[in-house]
């Protein structure tokens, strides 16, 4: 394949990363200002989804780290699977988290909690990384499929700690408000 084929598909793939990234952007912003019409009774198992979605983010954090160790041992194709999982998971996670923040009513901690700041810059962060790394994960998995491991390689150095850090700190969100939760 010339050079300006591969460039066009790239160029092509980070358009669909972005486009990707806007549209879910958008949709959890409009689903978390209720928008839309919301169930009037709520299934059962909608209260389960937050701990499911610690669940998942647990289980992303484990195969991030198992995935860099995999890869520092220059086995390749046990770090392509892993992240697939991860990624697979990520996408169960968002489906989870569209649904119950769609339909649950919000749900927020304690203001007269002397933790709340905490709360709040752990929760605030972990939102606009969220947000941000979802680009960086769609063209580093992009890359790395294409074997373009030195492009995959600078991509991820970021996206990295970022995705990682969102999966431990979505574990910590669910823990701190989990108490808060309606049942």
Request: glycine fraction near 2%.
């Given at each position: 394949?010339?050079?300006?084929?591969?460039?066009?598909?790239?160029?092509?793939?980070?358009r669909i990363a972005i486009g990707i990234s806007v549209v879910v952007l958008f949709a959890v912003i409009i689903l978390n200002r209720k928008i839309l019409p919301v169930p009037e009774v709520l299934p059962s198992w909608t209260y389960?989804?937050?701990?499911?979605?610690?669940?998942?983010?647990?289980?992303?954090s484990l195969l991030l780290i198992w995935s860099l160790i995999e890869i520092k041992k220059k086995n390749i194709q046990m770090h392509k699977t892993i992240n697939l999982s991860a990624f697979a998971l990520s996408a169960v996670f968002l489906v989870s988290y569209v649904l119950y923040h769609?339909?649950?009513?919000?749900?927020?901690?304690?203001?007269?909690?002397?933790?709340?700041?905490?709360?709040?810059?752990?929760?605030?962060?972990?939102?606009?990384?969220?947000?941000?790394?979802?680009?960086l994960i769609l063209i580093s998995f992009y890359r790395g499929l294409q074997m373009q491991v030195e492009l995959h390689k600078s991509i991820v150095r970021f996206a990295y700690p970022i995705w990682l850090y969102v999966t431990i700190t979505g574990v910590i969100v669910y823990l701190m408000i989990s108490p808060f939760y309606p049942n």
């Open positions: 394949m010339n050079i300006t084929t591969q460039e066009s598909k790239d160029k092509l793939f980070f389960f989804l937050p701990k499911l979605n610690a669940i998942i983010n647990a289980t992303c769609w339909m649950a009513p919000e749900t927020t901690y304690p203001t007269d909690s002397p933790i709340r700041p905490f709360y709040l810059v752990i929760l605030g962060s972990h939102i606009i990384l969220a947000a941000l790394v979802l680009p």
